[in-house]
């Protein structure tokens, strides 16, 4: 007389969504790694240039380096140059 009720979800549902989950993952991982590992002289080569760019871009370019243009060191217009330091009291060789 008492009827038992089923549950929608089954444990058989469960495992293969899980299992569905792993396998994408695991083929994820695997894509991920082989495209690092074939590529990974040309991904080297755009870091160190993007390192390069950010150590030189406020300087004007990457003359030094082989680049197009030369180091253009000199202060802009708009600019003011460091004040000169004095020289330190009580060190100086007499006269």
């Given at each position: ?22 396998g ?66 009580g ?5």
């Open positions: 007389m008492t009827e038992k009720k089923k549950c929608p979800i089954s444990f058989n549902s469960i495992a293969n969504i899980v299992s569905i989950v792993s994408v993952s695991l083929a994820g991982i695997i894509g991920v790694g082989s495209y690092v590992y074939l590529n990974k002289d040309a991904i080297m080569d755009d870091v160190k240039d993007a390192a390069i760019e950010s150590v030189l871009g406020g300087m004007g370019g990457a003359g030094a380096l082989g680049g197009a243009g030369a180091l253009d060191l000199a202060l802009p217009d708009d600019q003011a140059s460091a004040p000169q330091a004095a020289p330190p009291a060190f100086s060789l007499p006269n």
